[in-house]
């Protein structure tokens, strides 16, 4: 028979008891979703939330109460689990209290209280329910328990209360909670107190909450135990610490308190100007200990300590002894600093610590200032005796008192004079490069010039345009050796070249002639990193120009023919040639090893020994 379906929604179960068979609960991923099966198909309003077994609707929602079997009313969109279903089981409430979000039959309510089927927003409400109203169902809480205990220990990682299950964000909150509200839950509260204290001192024994206060009494009470990782020693107690821990040993330990100034200065080079007055004043120097940095936004910053902090590392093999005076550091740490703040518009902050430790503003540990040395070398470059400059700064000694230039010894002005590369007069720079175009610009603009021709690397000839770049060219003739090449050379002239002299591949070649005791003199000279023809005929050109032109009886050489033809485009024709001797017994020689049949003939022919 049909059933009926009254007015309000409600289906009529008197009148048909195999209406509503069972309630299944299908438990899958831990969410519950729960249908109805009709057994006899009878119709139902579409308003109802009934699924057939042949034909459901997984989609319909459920607007009406539906009479469950033991006559408990349902409310709109709650979760419910039957006492009496498959799985009735109360270890079973995590899955069978949490909504799925995927069932989209159900309302808004995630928990269901599985004892009285009150459906809630959030868990917490849900559990707090529980233990208020059903707290005589030990086997329901029990479950809730095990629910937190399966999770994985959440009170470490979550804070909850193991009695109440409630959450807190940090452990003092939890530990306030067991205090107030299970304060006769004597073990609880001991358990928590024993797991906060997880920091034990080696010496003392003593436990402490966190790492901070564990690390403030090693530092206040055994300050005797060396640490690993402390690189920072005190001078005074000669303790090691970290950076950040050795300013309060200096307060705490030693009363000995940091006085910080902070001022702002217009460019970075007021800083500089500030900096050598702060300096000279209190008898200090302040060195740079790392590069520059930059933010995102360009602000740069500068660090600067005093340069008596630190250990002497020394770099020599022990040799001599060290000095009487001792090194300028103080194998310690001296907390004197400066950190300097550039902004992009120019102006900078200055912080300055300006209270030493370990050490005394000696002037015998200063350095000279660059003003101070640049002074000096101009006097020694002017040839002022060292005893002249010497007595000269010791006289100006004033009532002002006395300065680390007074202090100065003939030690320190050869150091100067080494610096300044002023004990030689072919040694302008420590590049060769640069010295050699600085001793060439000086041999030009003197009273007798002996360059013929100068042309560097990096820079182009329009005189020679074939000369390259990367090309050197250099020759040089003074004076007197033109005067003698000019007197002599109607007898004999002779070229030269010497190969691998030097790292930079220049090759050195040089005009002899012989003089009245018949001895080669040198007359001119050619550096250059190519000795071809074109580069040859720009040597005897310049030759040419200065001293007129050569008409000697014998050309002597060797056997390259670049020497001979560019001789002869410039000069003119020889009247006789000779090769040098020890390029042909060279000749020979490397002739003989290519030969084996003129091995043989080898000691039948005797070879001029000539040196």
């Known amino acids: 028979p049909n059933t009926s379906v009254s007015s309000e929604g409600i289906l009529d179960s008197q009148s048909n008891q195999n209406l509503v068979e069972a309630i299944v609960c299908q438990n899958s991923d831990s969410v519950m979703s729960c249908m109805f099966e009709c057994v006899n198909h009878s119709s139902v309003a579409e308003s109802d939330f009934v699924m057939c077994g042949d034909n459901s609707n997984p989609d319909s929602v459920m607007n009406d109460v539906v009479p469950c079997s033991n006559d408990f009313s349902v409310a709109e969109s709650d979760f419910f689990m039957n006492g009496e279903g498959e799985n009735s089981n109360p270890n079973s409430v995590t899955s069978d209290m949490v909504h799925s979000t995927n069932d989209k039959s159900v309302g808004e309510s995630d928990f269901v209280c599985p004892d009285c089927f009150q459906s809630f927003n959030n868990k917490y409400n849900l559990k707090r329910h529980v233990y208020k109203f059903h707290n005589d169902n030990t086997t ?20 909850v209360c193991p009695d109440c299950l409630k959450t807190f964000k940090n452990r003092y909150n939890l530990k306030r909670h067991v205090n107030k509200v299970h304060s006769n839950n004597t073990e609880l509260i001991e358990s928590l107190k024993n797991r906060s204290l997880g920091y034990q001192c080696e010496d003392c024994h003593l436990k402490f909450s966190d790492l901070k206060n564990f690390k403030c009494h090693q530092n206040k009470v055994h300050t005797s135990k060396i640490n690993q990782n402390a690189n920072y020693v005190c001078l005074v107690c000669h303790g090691n610490f970290e950076k950040r821990e050795i300013i309060f040993h200096f307060k705490n330990a030693h009363d000995i308190d ?145 300065e680390r230039v007074h202090l100065l010894t003939k030690k320190d002005l050869h150091n100067i004079e080494k610096s300044f590369n002023l004990s030689s007069n072919s040694v302008k720079h420590e590049n060769d490069g640069v ?97 071809d023809q074109p580069v040859l005929s720009i040597f005897f050109s310049c030759i040419k120009q200065k001293i007129g032109q050569l008409q000697p009886q014998i050309f002597m050489s060797d056997m390259a023919e670049s020497f001979f033809n560019a001789w002869k485009s410039e000069m003119g024709v020889l009247q006789k040639r000779l090769f040098c001797a020890w390029h042909i017994d060279r000749a020979w020689r490397k002739n003989f090893k290519k030969s084996k049949a003129l091995k043989n003939k080898q000691k039948h022919i005797k070879l001029s020994d000539h040196s």
């Open 435 to 531: 010295s050699v175009d600085m001793w060439v610009r000086e041999m030009q603009n003197s009273e007798n010039p002996c360059i013929l021709f100068y042309k560097t690397q990096g820079s182009t000839c329009t005189q020679y345009s074939f000369l390259k770049e990367n090309d050197f060219v250099l020759i040089i003739m003074t004076e007197a050796q033109g005067e003698i090449l000019k007197k002599f050379s109607s007898d004999c002239i002779c070229i030269d070249g010497t190969h691998g002299v030097n790292g930079y591949g220049f090759e050195l070649v040089t005009l002899l002639t012989i003089d009245d005791l018949r001895q080669g003199f040198p007359c001119a000279f050619l550096i250059s990193n190519r000795c």
């Open 258 to 402: 940091m006085d910080h100034t902070e001022l702002e200065l217009n460019s970075f080079n007021d800083f500089l100007a500030w900096k050598a007055e702060i300096e000279n004043n209190t008898k200090s120097k302040f060195i740079s200990y790392s590069t520059k940095h930059i933010n995102i936004h360009g602000v740069k910053y500068y660090y600067f300590r005093c340069h008596r902090s630190g250990n002497f590392m020394s770099e020599s093999k022990g040799l001599r002894h060290l000095k009487i005076l001792g090194s300028n550091k103080i194998n310690a740490y001296c907390p004197a600093a400066l950190k300097v703040t550039e902004h992009t518009d120019g102006k900078c902050i200055v912080t300055y610590q300006k209270v030493h430790v370990g050490h005394q503003n000696d002037l015998g540990h200063l350095f000279l200032t660059a003003d101070e040395r640049k002074n000096i070398a101009s006097k020694i470059a002017a040839k002022i005796p060292l005893d002249n400059i010497l007595d000269e700064i010791r006289n100006s000694i004033s009532d002002a008192g006395l």
């Open 140 to 159: 329901l809480i029990q479950s809730f328990k095990s629910q937190c205990a399966n999770v994985g220990n959440v009170a470490e990682s979550n804070f």
